[in-house]
């Protein structure tokens, strides 16, 4: 069910329809730091959500659900190997004019990598594994489909070649339509998602290490 949740932090969104082969966002920023967090081996491989413990990806979120522009930061605190899949402990933290945090996992089997919560949905099945361009799947009463491997994206964070492209379907096209964005090495980049009376867009912005806490103060 798509809607709030109990934190008030939006759940159902909206999806501009983009057309061209590049998605345009705002004035790209190049930064080679930005890509130093991600291992040569894993952007080599095509990784298009890859799992590196201390990562944080900051959004950028605005929906037609509230006023002004939302900040969500993803954080991958922690990686587990288990038999026959990779667990990924994330916390989500969404900010506006106040703050929510959700802790939840992300799961890469043999078939799936899966996430337990979202900002778009509360959880899905991202992609198959391997993703290739045409592979279709069903999450009633979505229906996803993988559109390009070979997509371009240029956005806040920088210009990105060979995204992959996804199009959900909401309730097979009849609520709406939502396209997502997947960077080679980088991961979640965009999603314009489109229902039948929301509109909204998460933008990646940057990655970076998670922040240290803040020193207590002596007494």
């Known amino acids: ?3 709030c949740d109990k934190d008030g932090r939006v759940a159902q969104l909206g999806e501009r329809l983009v057309r061209n082969e590049e998605v345009r966002g705002s004035i790209p920023l190049t930064s080679t730091s930005f890509f130093r967090l991600i291992p040569k081996e894993t952007a080599m491989a095509a990784d298009y959500f890859p799992l590196k413990e201390n990562v944080r990806y900051e959004y950028r979120y605005k929906s037609t659900e509230f006023e002004g522009v939302a900040k969500v930061f993803i954080d991958i605190v922690k990686v587990a190997k288990k038999p026959g899949k990779l667990v990924a402990q994330a916390q989500m933290i969404f900010e506006l004019r106040d703050t929510h945090t959700d802790d939840y996992t992300i799961t890469r089997d043999a078939k799936w990598l899966t996430t337990a919560d979202g900002v778009m949905v509360g959880g899905r099945r991202e992609f198959p594994l391997p993703p290739k361009e045409g592979a279709t799947w069903d ?21 990105f070649k060979n995204c992959m492209k996804i199009i959900t379907r ?5 609520a709406g339509k939502s396209v997502r964005y997947y960077a080679p090495g980088i991961g979640y980049v965009l999603e314009e998602y489109t229902g039948e009376d929301k509109t909204c867009e998460l933008e990646l912005v940057s990655v970076s290490k998670i922040p240290l806490p803040p020193a207590k103060k002596k007494k």
């Open 1 to 3: 069910m798509r809607g």
């Open 139 to 159: 999450e009633s009463p979505d229906v996803n489909e993988i559109i390009s491997m070979s997509d371009k994206v240029s956005i806040k964070a920088g210009k």
């Open 170 to 174: 909401l309730a097979g096209g009849d």
